[in-house]
């Protein structure tokens, strides 16, 4: 952790989806826990026209539709944090005025920039020529940074003009979720685990993040990325390097984050074949019909909404060892989850009599439900007559039952919480932001190369049946 306790926040983007979904409820469930400074200025600024009242009103409104009931309570203290200004980023002289709204940087300035990246640049210019940048300011940027490597070092560079990296926040949201942060504490918090997490002892290792939902209304953005930038150059990515890494020497960002981009790095260029994508088409999920990707688009596109991925990384603790990924949109159900499985034993003692043994299989499930589950060979009980049997039985832990008085926090609570108090941990480095766009990058010139467009598959199915079969030819079968 560095520097200030922010005493000032300033939001940019603060009439959008995020500020609406997750921004504003977290700010005020970090409120409402006496979390936040009691003398937190909130400054939220975007295009439309509104006063003070008017921004309070929005945010009342975004309250009570997206704060879960249980979460509830009198908005009045956090809303009077509430001001707002006017802004057109595009617009040099708006500056003024809202650099006389935020009133100086105070004991500390944290600015959080939602907004198109198109508009990063004029932001950061406008924030210089209003003083609003200097050593007592820091600023978080959400994604998307970039579509690929050229212009994520673009935006990079603009925003490095007036912050050093140690104020430069990126958001992942996947990093403020409690459960991948628990992955670390499972692996580095026993010792069971990290003499098997290796090539020797691992198989291969699946990470899926599947969705139900469909283009949610962000037909415009979506369809100009598609499923490998929006989801697997950030959150997939970040969710691999967790799992491959090398122990840190600490749980802070410096340590944390070198071992992140060694594994980033090291990832293998993907060979056309390693790669299958896919667009849905109209089916149904949980029994209710859905329409197909170009019906909710209105236009035909070759974007995909469904990837997966073979991928491999070149060290000598992951030789050897596939990594499969995938995601997608519109599939069977919402959820995100890392399969290792591992090798069998080397010898079974049990062969003569019958038995056979199963490998071992590690499942850590992040979302909706977390839960660790662990399956194990045991003897199914009897005299064994005719030989011994052998069956896997799960160890699980669901942790809504291991922890349950905990609040369970959404990601923005930490990580806004994190970005005012200056603590780097959960977010990303330039390094790390870079090295994943090239590895995407790759993939995308080898598509474009040979021409690949997406299979089609049925809403409610998980994905093409190429992907079934991506798995298949290494012996693999996804785990549903
Ligand atoms: C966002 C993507 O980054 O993550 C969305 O842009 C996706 O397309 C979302 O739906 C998923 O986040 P979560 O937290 O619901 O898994």
Not at 51 to 66: I, P, S, T
Not at 67 to 93: C, H, I, K, M, V
Not at 352 to 375: C, D, H, Y
Not at 400 to 413: K, L, Q, S, V
Request: with cysteine; charged share 20%.
């Amino acid at each position: 952790m560095s520097g200030f306790i922010a005493d000032r926040l300033l939001l940019f983007g603060a009439t959008g989806d995020l500020a609406q979904r997750m921004l504003l409820p977290s700010l005020f469930a970090l409120d409402a826990d006496g979390l936040i400074d009691p003398n937190l200025q909130i400054v939220g600024t975007a295009r439309s026209e509104m006063d003070d009242q008017g921004y309070r009103n929005f945010a009342r409104a975004a309250l009570e539709k997206f704060l879960p009931p249980e979460r509830r309570g009198s908005f009045a203290t956090f809303l009077n944090r509430l001001r707002y200004q006017p802004l057109d980023a595009t617009q040099p002289e708006g500056f003024a005025g809202l650099a006389q709204k935020v009133d100086g940087v105070g004991r500390g300035l944290a600015i959080f920039l939602s907004t198109a990246p198109s508009l990063f640049e004029p932001t950061i210019a406008g924030l210089q020529a209003g003083g609003l940048t200097g050593e007592n300011v820091r600023i978080g940027l959400e994604k998307p940074l970039g579509t690929d490597l050229a212009s994520s070092c673009h935006i990079n560079d603009a925003v490095a003009r007036a912050f050093p990296e140690e104020r430069i926040f990126r958001i992942d949201h996947y990093l403020g979720k409690e459960t991948v942060q628990n992955l670390l504490a499972l692996r580095f918090g026993n010792i069971l685990f990290e003499p098997l997490w290796n090539a020797a002892h691992i198989e291969h290792i699946q990470i899926t993040v599947a969705e139900t939902v469909g283009l949610e209304g962000r037909v415009g953005f979506y369809d100009g990325a598609g499923a490998l930038r929006d989801m697997v150059q950030n959150h997939m990515l970040q969710l691999l390097a967790l799992v491959a890494m090398e122990p840190p020497v600490s749980y802070d960002a410096t340590p944390v984050r070198d071992e992140k981009v060694k594994v980033l790095r090291s990832l293998r260029p993907i060979a056309p074949e390693e790669t299958v994508i896919g667009q849905y088409t109209a089916g149904a999920i949980a029994g209710a019909a859905v329409p197909g990707y170009l019906d909710e688009l209105g236009k035909p596109s070759g974007t995909e909404t469904f990837v997966a991925i073979k991928a491999h990384i070149d060290n000598w603790r992951w030789q050897g060892v596939p990594f499969y990924l995938r995601t997608g949109k519109r599939l069977p159900r919402r959820t995100t989850e890392i399969v290792v499985q591992f090798r069998q034993v080397p010898h079974s003692i049990f062969a003569k009599r019958g038995a056979r043994t199963e490998p071992n299989r590690l499942v850590i499930g992040i979302q909706p439900a977390e839960n660790i589950t662990l399956s194990l060979m045991a003897k199914v009980p009897g005299l064994d007559r005719e030989g011994i049997r052998l069956r896997s039985v799960p160890l699980d832990i669901a942790m809504d039952d291991a922890f349950a008085g905990p609040t369970r926090r959404i990601a923005y609570e930490r990580l806004l919480l994190d970005l005012i108090e200056g603590d780097q941990t959960l977010f990303v480095r330039r390094d790390e932001v870079e090295a994943q766009w090239n590895w995407i990058d790759g993939i995308r010139a080898s598509w474009t190369d040979q021409g690949l467009t997406p299979k089609s598959y049925t809403a409610g199915s998980w994905g093409p049946s190429a992907a079934i079969a991506l798995a298949e030819r290494g012996g693999v079968t996804w785990h549903e």
